[in-house]
């Protein structure tokens, strides 16, 4: 009497091969049991052996979606990429030494600030939609706690800046440093105050900020003042703070015209710092000759530049630079003022026909001299008009 089992699969071992895979069917003759080969499946992928070994081990196969129920999908990729990239960077060492709430929560608001940015309250509820808030374990916080690690990071301010100056500045570097401002919406801050917006929002209320970074434009330092403070004004005590709070002794402070005023200039010669800063449009006048003379160098296509020295006799050495591209930008914004001037305005045609007549200004391409609004001086952004540095 011959009795039959259930098929299965066999591995034959091949020396420095891949096994041979055999079905085969087990059935017992008397007292003695047999193999019977049914099939060579070597020919098969590994994942399709599989599948049959498990039909054969009696197991229901199909679709993966008939067996799964989706409830939920959350985006996690970007999630991932700014987690991978503070810890890189040392970013949780270097908000705080030791694990703690709020610094969880801080490295949790920098990653959402990153990622989708919103307000505390927003923050909060967006954080659920993705999977950042079970990746930072902040699930249950709320705006309230929000607010407190912001305020447990201001107390932090400054063993952060400086770590990020011992990270990022070196003793005679350059520290580019310039102000702007963002309007308040609010009426209780004491900062906010009535001053030069560069957001356009006229008649509102704003607060002053200085950033303070190293020659490729990574941030080492913040400060807040009052929204009616002068460019000029943050200079002074940003390079006492810099080098009294972080250790920078030697520093070359990088700024653009806002920054310069007689008493800026009188310190740092005074104290011996050297500075690369920005000029105003009326120096041009000192440079006519510079200016008229052929004797430019060509940093890139469009934009030159000439060296000379200072017209009172004195140490510091001044750039002269002129853009083709920064000339033909200030000739639209000219020709566009122009056309929108209102037929019969005689007053300011005059000006305006007085100011295309001058001869200098012709010959030398005016318009293509401004000094520059931004602090790179490494880059010599076109648009400078002049610059000035210590020896």
């Known amino acids: 009497m011959t009795y039959h089992v259930v098929m299965h699969i066999d591995a034959v071992p091949n020396r420095g091969s891949r096994p041979t895979y055999l079905l085969r069917e087990s059935y017992r003759e008397g007292a003695r049991v047999r193999k019977r080969t049914l099939a060579n499946l070597s020919a098969l992928s590994d994942a399709q052996i599989h599948a049959i070994r498990a039909v054969l081990g009696g197991e229901q196969l199909g679709p993966v979606a008939e067996h799964f129920a989706v409830l939920a999908s959350r985006p996690h990729g970007a999630v991932q990429a700014v987690r991978v990239a503070m810890q890189r960077l040392g970013f949780e060492a270097l908000v705080g030494a030791r694990r703690s709430p709020m610094r969880t929560l801080v490295c949790a608001m920098v990653a959402a600030r990153i990622v989708a940015p919103h307000t505390k309250l927003g923050t909060t509820r967006w954080w659920h939609s993705s999977t950042l808030a079970e990746e930072f374990a902040v699930t249950e916080a709320d705006a309230d706690d929000l607010y407190a690690a912001m305020d447990w990071l201001l107390e932090r301010q400054e063993p ?13 570097g350059l520290v580019l440093y310039d102000l702007s401002s963002s309007y308040f919406e609010g009426s209780c801050c004491p900062l906010a ?27 080492v330092a913040v400060s807040v003042h009052e929204g009616n403070v002068a460019d000029s004004q943050t200079l002074l ?18 700024g653009d015209r806002g920054m310069v005023s007689a008493e800026n200039i009188a310190f740092l010669k005074r104290s011996g710092r050297r500075y690369i800063v920005g000029t105003p449009k009326s120096m041009l006048r000192q440079f006519e000759r510079e200016l008229l003379a052929e004797d430019w160098r060509t940093i890139r296509e469009g934009l030159e530049v ?13 750039i002269l630079c ?33 100011s295309t007549a001058s001869p200098t200004s012709r ?28 020896p």
């Not at 952060?160 to 005679?172: C, D, E, P, S, T």
């Not at 931004?374 to 610059?387: D, E, I, L």
Request: aromatic share 4%; charged share 30%; proline share 5%.
């Open 193 to 219: 105050k009535i001053g030069y917006n560069r957001d356009g929002k006229r008649g509102m209320l704003q607060v002053n900020y200085g950033l303070a970074t190293d020659a490729r434009g990574c941030p």
């Open 160 to 172: 952060i800046q400086k770590k990020l100056a011992a990270r990022h500045l070196r003793a005679g």
């Open 237 to 254: 005590p940003e390079i006492k703070r810099l080098r009294g709070q972080c250790g920078i002794s030697e520093l070359v402070m990088v």
């Open 306 to 318: 000439k060296i000379c020295p200072s017209p009172d006799g004195g140490k510091e050495t001044y």
């Open 363 to 390: 010959r030398r391409g005016r318009g293509s001299w401004r000094a520059s609004s931004s602090s790179r001086a490494s880059c010599m952004s076109p648009g400078w008009a002049s610059t000035r540095s210590s």
């Open 322 to 354: 002129r853009s083709r591209d920064r000339r033909e930008k200030e000739k639209a914004m000219h020709e566009r003022f122009s056309a929108r001037m209102p037929n019969g305005d005689t007053t300011s045609g005059v000006r305006i026909r007085a």
